[in-house]
């Protein structure tokens, strides 16, 4: 079992930054790939950003590819998502997510995540 707790949501507006970070505990959090997925009212949860168990290799969806960075600490079972330039269209509920699927930061399908946090609110005000 992987218990996973997000922060660092908020409002911000246009073209501002925010950090969001995801606290995991229980099982060694490097046998997971990570992944921050996000899902808007009325919308589909979508994939934004992966990172393999190592911090090796990561995958962004192409609406943020240069605007988000994501990274992991495994000695401090984080994993943590930098956003750039946000736009309004950011705005949605954020989920830290856990795939048993460690090798790979491409595990694009919500299916392929075991484990998943509470999600934090991003506000991006125009």
């Known amino acids: 079992q992987v218990q996973l707790v997000e922060s660092g949501g908020g409002l911000v507006q246009a073209g501002g930054s925010l950090r969001l970070s995801c606290a995991a505990s229980g099982r060694t959090f490097s046998s997971y790939a990570m992944a921050w997925f996000r899902q808007a009212p009325g919308k589909e949860r979508e994939f934004v950003a992966g990172i393999n168990w190592s911090g090796g290799s990561t995958s962004y969806a192409d609406s943020v590819k240069g605007r988000c960075t994501i990274s992991r600490e495994n000695a401090k079972n984080t994993v943590n998502l930098q956003m750039n330039t946000l736009k309004p269209e950011d705005t949605a509920v954020y989920y830290c997510?856990?795939?048993?699927?460690?090798?790979?930061?491409?595990?694009?399908?919500?299916?392929?995540?075991?484990?998943w946090g509470q999600g934090t609110q991003v506000t991006v005000s125009s």
């Open positions: 997510a856990a795939s048993p699927r460690r090798y790979s930061s491409g595990n694009y399908s919500p299916r392929a995540y075991d484990y």
